[in-house]
T-cell receptor, first 115, second 113 residues
Framework: NAGVTQTPKFRVLKTGQSMTLLCAQD?????MYWYRQDPGMGLRLIHY???????AKGEVPDGYNVSRLKKQNFLLGLESAAPSQTSVYFC??????????????FGPGTRLTVL | GENVEQHPSTLSVQEGDSAVIKCTYS??????FPWYKQELGKRPQLIID?????GEKKDQRIAVTLNKTAKHFSLHITETQPEDSAVYFC????????????FGTGTRLTVIP
């Protein structure tokens, strides 16, 4: 199993450009998440999904959109990139087991620089 | 929303000594507290977690304690080894199922051989 994978690994954008980050998981997890990690800030939740076709806002959703058209994929879009979106982006996924807490498995991350 | 504070931001210990990292949280409804380890350039990985119905959990050299009254929890690493050097993040979650995690700002642990 590949676990959680992310594409691309690195990207440099100019202000105003758009791009989509792809997250894929092969563990049949219901839940998927997008985080950003900034120095001294820890990880902050951008958006999450509890199942195919559903998405919800997290802690810092502004400037991002997401889609979950297939259970195994979770896409994060930046429509008009800004320097403040320079960060490392992590995708994660977890099982759905009713009202229990389940480990989140993280992808390897995407380092995005917006000039 | 939940606010998680983590201290210290950096910690250096001699190999074989113990390391303690402390976190506090603001929302009394939080009831799940995982700890993640992130090595340089790598993804975060869960090392231990604790639920609010227990006060302590241990896994070999790693232990976590929880004080719900005071709203703080701590990670204890005993007999530290150089491979323990990494950034450690605490987190808290309010809701089961899609357990959205609120992370602390991380502690960079350096174990000096």
């Amino acid at each position: 199993n590949a676990g959680v994978t992310q594409t691309p690994k690195f990207r440099v954008l100019k202000t105003g450009q758009s791009m989509t980050l792809l997250c894929a998981q092969d563990m049949n997890h219901e839940y998927m998440y997008w985080y950003r990690q900034d120095p001294g800030m820890g990880l902050r939740l951008i958006h999450y999904s509890v199942g195919e076709g559903t998405t919800a806002k997290g802690e810092v959703p502004d400037g991002y959109n997401v889609s979950r058209l297939k259970k195994q994929n979770f896409l994060l879009g930046l429509e008009s990139a800004a320097p403040s979106q320079t960060s490392v982006y992590f995708c994660a996924s977890s099982y759905s087991m009713g009202q229990t807490y389940n480990e989140q498995f993280f992808g390897p991350g995407t380092r995005l620089t917006v000039l | 929303g939940e606010n998680v504070e983590q201290h210290p931001s950096t910690l250096s210990v001699q190999e074989g000594d113990s390391a303690v990292i402390k976190c506090t949280y603001s929302d009394s409804a939080s009831n799940y507290f995982p700890w993640y380890k992130q090595e340089l350039g790598k993804r975060p990985q869960l090392i231990i977690d604790i639920r609010s119905n227990v006060g302590e959990k241990k896994d070999q050299r790693i232990a976590v304690t929880l004080n719900k009254t005071a709203k703080h929890f701590s990670l204890h690493i005993t007999e530290t080894q150089p491979e323990d050097s990494a950034v450690y993040f605490c987190a808290a979650s309010i809701r089961a199922g899609a357990n959205n995690l609120f992370f602390g700002t991380g502690t960079r642990l350096t174990v000096i051989p």
